[in-house]
C-alpha cells in the first residue's frame, strides 16, 4: 500500500509560480508511476501530470505543458509540481496519485491510492 500526503497549496496570483509536494511510504512506491489530478468546484477529476516509477519519463496534459514540472524523488519518496505562469484556470484541488503500474498513464482508474487533496486559488 501507499500513503500520500500533499502540501504546497496556496493562493497566487495570475502569472506566479507554485510548487505543490507529496509525500509518500510504503514499498510499493518504488514501482508505481506518480500522478496529479486537480477538481475544480463543479467539475470532474481532471488528468495534470504524471511521471514514470524510475523517473525518466513524464506525461502532461495539454493544458499544462511547458509551465508544470513533474519530478519524483524516490530516495526521499517525494513527488513535486512545479507550476509556472499560473492562470485562473489552473485553479481547484490539487491530487496526488499512486497507480498499480509504472507507466505515466493519465488514465485515473490505473491509480489505487490518492491523496487528500490541496487547494491552489489563482486571483485574477
Known amino acids: 500500500q501507499v500513503q500520500l500526503v500533499e502540501s504546497g497549496g496556496g493562493l497566487v496570483q495570475a502569472g506566479g509560480s507554485l510548487t505543490l509536494s507529496c509525500a509518500a511510504s510504503g514499498r510499493s512506491f518504488i514501482t508505481s508511476a506518480l500522478g496529479w489530478f486537480r477538481q475544480a468546484p463543479g467539475k470532474g477529476r481532471e488528468f495534470v501530470a504524471a511521471?514514470?516509477?524510475?523517473?525518466?519519463?513524464?506525461n502532461y496534459a495539454d493544458s499544462v505543458r511547458g509551465r508544470f514540472i513533474i519530478s519524483r524523488d524516490n530516495t526521499k519518496k517525494m513527488v513535486n509540481l512545479q507550476m509556472h505562469n499560473l492562470n485562473p484556470e489552473d485553479a481547484g484541488v490539487y491530487y496526488c496519485?499512486?497507480?498499480?503500474?509504472?507507466?505515466?498513464?493519465?488514465?485515473?482508474?490505473?491509480?489505487?491510492?490518492w491523496g487528500q487533496g490541496t487547494q491552489v486559488t489563482v486571483s485574477a
Open positions: 511521471v514514470s516509477s524510475d523517473g525518466r519519463d513524464t
Open positions: 496519485a499512486a497507480a498499480n503500474l509504472r507507466i505515466p498513464t493519465s488514465r485515473s482508474v490505473y491509480y489505487n491510492y
